[in-house]
Nanobody
Framework: QVQLAESGGGLVQAGGSLRLSCATSARTFSNYEMGWYRQPPGKDREERELVASIMGIGGSTGYADSVKGRFTVNLDTAKNALYLQMNNRKPEDADIYYC???????????WGRGTQVVVSS
């Protein structure tokens, strides 16, 4: 099973920028869809929200309305890593962020353990 490890979380001021990284054990990406999710601290896993996704082949991306124009997802296949660039941070962006990879056919996938982002106003 693919293993994922997020990093880059921390404290950022409102309006500031932060980049999250997700290292993956995968070496090929054409059969996967990858995404960044966020979950409010103390909430259940079922409340995770997909904020950005990217296809392993073709590279098409998708974003939640709440982050469009502020967040950018990209995949670096040479480094086997997924990134989430977050600009113009808002207080409501303060969550635990998780990356996920799942196969495009069976939707079977893996989660990372998460990285927490705190936004100060």
């Amino acid at each position: 099973q693919v293993q994922l490890a997020e990093s880059g979380g921390g404290l950022v001021q409102a309006g500031g920028s932060l980049r999250l990284s997700c290292a993956t054990s995968a070496r090929t990406f054409s059969n996967y869809e990858m995404g960044w999710y966020r979950q409010p601290p103390g909430k259940d896993r079922e409340e995770r929200e997909l904020v950005a996704s990217i296809m392993g082949i073709g590279g098409s991306t998708g974003y939640a309305d709440s982050v469009k124009g502020r967040f950018t997802v990209n995949l670096d296949t040479a480094k086997n890593a997924l990134y989430l660039q977050m600009n113009n941070r808002k207080p409501e962006d303060a969550d635990i962020y998780y990356c996920r990879m799942e196969t495009t056919t069976t939707k079977v996938g893996a989660w990372g353990r998460g990285t927490q982002v705190v936004v100060s106003s």
